[in-house]
């Protein structure tokens, strides 16, 4: 019986996955490596994200408060002194951290060729953002990519290999949909954030509402906060706008700049109104500060 062109032979099949795989595996490498070496920098400046709880390890005294159970008393420390001392200890079962990046295709910007795109920057941060966390003894997921939190390199493993599966390479959507999550896990977007306000604010809200707790990291390209070009541009829409045709662009660039701080205002007002963190961080920059100020926001809910 004659095979349908449609049809595959195995050998066919075998040299597609064949070459997914190389696919897959050229591009995690240098991701990963980077990746860990930007955690590890981050993680010689800072400690561990402390919290009260249930832990044997023990963090600090602090005075008997009404309501306090009376095997929280440390009669050795208070016997020393007249008022009476409880003993916390640190917390340490581990919670889930939801991460997610923007792949739409406006994360493919980039104003010069020795810039990272806003996409390889966001991959970046969220994969070394995952090394912090499992080092941390945190359980850590993807958003919406189906697979349960993990905690250690088998959380990181999967993760990256999620991240650099050609099949997922890139969505149209520049935000996440919002999904039952486990209450009082937190999670990290990553993206441009350049959406309506209205729509950012139905996904913090949706997220707000389940008892998440989060933080928006905005990645912007320079050009994207300066503007610096002169004279006649075509500007190119990358996501099925309308392409702009500028005759004189120092002619908008105040009106531009006033427009992306309104932006950046109401994301800051509507991450303060949640109880969740803003930041925005420039691809010519490095990617260890944007790290550190996202580990010292989340160390600041842990507490």
Do not use: C
């Amino acid at each position: 019986m004659p095979r349908s062109p449609q049809q595959k032979t195995p050998a066919a099949t075998t040299l597609l996955a064949r070459h997914r795989a190389e696919e897959l595996a050229s591009a995690l490498p240098p991701l990963l490596v980077a990746a860990e070496r930007v955690a590890a920098t981050v993680a010689q400046g800072v400690h561990g994200r402390r919290r009260v709880g249930l832990g044997e390890t023990f963090w600090q005294f602090r005075r008997y408060q009404p309501g306090d159970a009376p095997s929280m008393i440390d009669w050795r420390q208070s016997a020393k002194t007249q008022p009476v001392y409880v003993r916390e200890n640190e917390w340490e079962a581990a919670q889930s951290v939801w991460l997610w990046r923007d792949r739409s295709p406006s994360m493919d910007f980039r104003s010069a060729a020795g810039l990272p795109t806003k996409r390889e920057r966001a991959d970046l941060l969220t994969l070394a953002t995952a090394v912090l966390l499992a080092r941390g003894g945190e359980r850590v997921a993807l958003l919406n990519s189906g697979v349960r939190p993990d905690h250690g390199k088998t959380a990181i493993d999967r993760i990256a290999r999620l991240m650099t599966d050609p099949r997922a390479a890139a969505s149209p959507d520049p935000l996440p949909r919002v999904e039952p999550l486990p209450r009082h896990a937190q999670t990290v977007l990553f993206g441009d954030l350049l959406s309506p306000l209205v729509e950012i604010h139905a996904t913090v809200a949706g997220l707000t509402g389940r008892g998440l707790r989060g933080h928006l990291v905005q990645i912007l390209d320079p050009a994207e906060e300066t503007l610096p070009y002169d004279g006649r541009v075509d500007f190119h829409g990358m996501e099925g706008e309308q392409n702009l045709l500028v005759p004189r662009v120092e002619a908008v660039r105040e009106a531009y700049r006033e427009r992306l701080k309104a932006q950046q205002d109401g994301l800051a007002a509507l991450a303060r109104t949640a109880g969740w963190s803003f930041a925005v961080h420039r691809t010519d920059r490095s990617p260890q500060s944007a790290l550190l100020t996202l580990w010292g926001a989340m160390a600041m809910e842990a507490v």
